[in-house]
Nanobody, 128 residues
Framework: QVQLVESGGGSVPAGGSLRLSCAVS????????MAWFRQAPGKEREAVAK????????YYADSVKGRFTISQNNAKNTLYLQMNSLQPEDTAMYYC?????????????????????WGQGTRITVSS
């Protein structure tokens, strides 16, 4: 059974940093992409960052470019999201997602439809 388990969430003041981790287990299919999404209270889920696992190409939402970095450790089957210069508007539940569908391998951030596996989420709260 495929499992994605996020960790690393918490509360930080504005300007602070956090690193999220997503441990992947139980995978038997090739993962074309992995990504981080977030959903703030009262808002729709949005893509934050994506990595095409084969090429290592990364893509970001404009709102986080230059502040967030997505990376992967294939040996550890772990996805990361380093978040610096956090702002109150970054407050949300953050989810990692994995796609076994080649349709995710576009050269842009894309949306949630290609992703077939999701974690349970980890909460980030940034205070002003």
């Amino acid at each position: 059974q495929v499992q994605l388990v996020e960790s690393g969430g918490g509360s930080v003041p504005a300007g602070g940093s956090l690193r999220l981790s997503c441990a992947v287990s139980g995978y038997t299919s090739y993962r074309y992409c992995m990504a981080w999404f977030r959903q703030a209270p009262g808002k729709e889920r949005e893509a934050v960052a994506k990595i095409r696992t084969g090429r290592g190409s990364t893509y970001y939402a404009d709102s986080v470019k230059g502040r967030f970095t997505i990376s992967q450790n294939n040996a550890k089957n772990t996805l990361y999201l380093q978040m610096n210069s956090l702002q109150p508007e970054d407050t949300a539940m953050y989810y990692c997602a994995a796609s076994t569908r080649e349709s995710c391998s576009t050269t842009n951030l894309g949306g949630s439809s290609p992703y077939d596996y999701w974690g349970q989420g980890t909460r980030i709260t940034v205070s002003s």
